[in-house]
């Protein structure tokens, strides 16, 4: 029985990098694997990034989340989606494969180095992330993760972890695989500065609930191709990031024109710029629309998370139950 899990960090206000990158992966999965799709906000995995996560508004955070995952189409009566914290096998898990996993494997992960090369004081989190990781994973006996390339590494320890799991306790994980998703790392920031992301802060990126106001304000400066100096000026829309997003929210008869217009010197930027507001504005409004629906229903919402974590909870309790018994502890 084929099983796909993934995660996502309640770390801010989910942006367009967010949707494209993951949350949109999920419906589709979700479609096709039904209740065998697991995902949940990994508020755990928060706790390793101070810059990032507040005490005081973590909680609400973490529904935001939830909020915004059932805004853009995933069905909660469809798959399986719950907090990472309330189900506790998640934890214990992790502390066991701490404890068969190399600090040296840890040391060379590529997300490791460049996060705590940032850091004066590295927490020792940081470093367990990746065991945590593969805890989410390997609990729920999932074969198939969905992730960006840049997670392609943890994915490839999870299954060392899974291999030398069984060797020394007996069969019991599969090797999980992972499905990139290549589009998570083609979203450039609309500072233009590298890829989307929450933590280079809000000029960086365009929110899913933004208001339609904000996001034109930070099109109508976004930087173009840098060849197109005077409106009359041919450019190539391959190497602007206002071309990178008509991909993402225009029909094709809309990315002929810009296309066709920007190489010609048909169109100039701002013209560009306003078709894509276009095409942003009629994709986000329905999202943002059954957001704030979900948000004036907050119990729902928690009701469909109580449900995913008694979900996951029926999956998790026997596995870590039978990891126990191989492991040798002792039985009540």
């Known amino acids: 029985m084929s099983r796909v899990f993934s995660g996502i960090q309640p770390t801010g206000e989910p942006h367009i990098g967010n949707y494209f990158g993951a949350m949109q992966n999920y419906v589709k999965l979700g479609q096709d694997y039904g209740k065998n799709s697991i995902y949940c906000v990994v508020d755990l995995h928060a706790l390793t990034n101070p810059n990032a996560f507040d005490p005081a508004l973590l909680a609400q955070r973490t529904l935001d989340m939830a909020v915004a995952n059932f805004a853009v189409g995933l069905d909660p009566a469809q798959v399986t989606f719950f907090v990472q914290s309330q189900v506790p096998e998640h934890q214990e898990l992790s502390w066991v494969l701490t404890n068969i996993t190399p600090v040296g494997e840890l040391e060379r992960m590529t997300q490791y180095k460049d996060k705590a090369g940032q850091l004066e004081s590295v927490p020792a989190g940081l470093l367990m992330y990746p065991v945590l990781m593969a805890a989410d994973i390997l609990l729920y006996k999932a074969d198939t993760v969905p992730v960006g390339e840049d997670q392609t590494q943890h994915i490839e320890l999870t299954r060392e972890i899974a291999r030398k799991f069984n060797h020394t306790f007996g069969e019991t994980f599969p090797e999980p695989r992972a499905v990139n998703n290549k589009q998570a790392l083609r979203i450039p920031g609309v500072d233009g500065h590298g890829k989307m992301s929450k933590s280079k802060g809000e000029q960086s990126t365009i929110g899913l609930f933004e208001p339609l ?120």
Do not use: N
């Open 213 to 332: 106001d904000s996001i034109w304000a930070k099109l109508r400066v976004a930087p173009t191709d840098p060849a197109r100096v005077r409106r009359t000026d041919p450019g190539d829309p391959d190497v602007c990031l206002v071309g990178d997003y008509h991909k993402l929210f225009s029909d094709d008869q809309t990315l002929r024109t810009v296309y066709d217009g920007c190489r010609s010197a048909g169109i100039g930027c701002v013209d560009c710029k306003k078709l894509l507001m276009t095409g942003i504005e009629e994709h986000l409004s329905p999202i943002q629309a059954r957001g704030e629906a979900l948000r004036a229903d907050l119990d729902s919402v928690r009701d469909a998370l109580a449900q995913g974590t008694r979900e996951a909870r029926a999956i998790a309790a026997p596995v870590m139950e039978e990891v126990r018994s191989k492991v040798g502890f002792l039985r009540p």
